[in-house]
């Protein structure tokens, strides 16, 4: 921690850290897991909102909290770009981190895999394996895929990969006034 900046730092330790290491495949230990996962979704979700910071929403979309779902934005030039966000938990989990998915930008950038899984490599698998089982969801978020946005967004929209849904909707509004 000592190369990030003070923000990050800052972000970093007011996110609990998790002490069960459990995956899907545990039983009662991995309920427990879910409980601090949770916890710390919660308290990172309530910083977030506390500094006009709010940037996703996510849930586990079964039971077992294997599959979450969700949005996730990022505001650039004063406007909103929401995306969907997915990913599952691994069975190998918490020694692997998830891969997280934004499957609208499947194909837009080079820093993705298949069906839309952001690259985390270089700089977020290491991290994480370092801190492993201490590391959840929420610390995937914090650490990979926030930056990831910050990083590669203003990129996709300054070169037109991606468009702002509201000059999607005008261009085919203007479309469907040329044809009248």
Not at 22 to 48: C, F, H, S, V
Not at 132 to 150: E, K, S, Y
């Amino acid at each position: 921690m000592e190369t990030w900046d003070p923000t990050t730092k800052s972000t970093l330790t007011q996110i609990p850290l998790l002490s069960v290491k459990a995956g899907p495949r545990d039983g009662a230990a991995w309920t427990q897991r879910l409980k601090e996962e949770y916890k710390a979704l919660i308290a990172y979700t309530a910083m977030n909102k506390s500094k006009d910071n709010d940037w996703f929403r996510i849930s586990a979309a079964n039971p077992e909290g294997t599959r979450w779902t969700g949005k996730c934005w990022y505001v650039h030039n004063l406007l909103k770009y929401e995306f969907d966000l997915q990913f599952d938990i691994p069975v190998t989990y918490p020694a692997t981190a998830p891969e997280l998915e934004l499957p609208q930008l499947d194909g837009k950038t080079q820093k993705m895999y298949r069906g839309g899984k952001i690259c985390l490599t270089v700089h977020f698998k290491p991290l994480w394996a370092k801190n492993c089982p201490r590391f959840g969801v929420a610390h995937a978020l914090c650490l990979g895929l926030a930056p990831w946005l910050a990083a590669e967004i203003p990129i996709l929209v300054d070169s037109g990969m991606v468009k702002h849904k509201d000059d999607t909707a005008a261009s085919s509004e203007s479309s469907d006034v040329k044809a009248v």
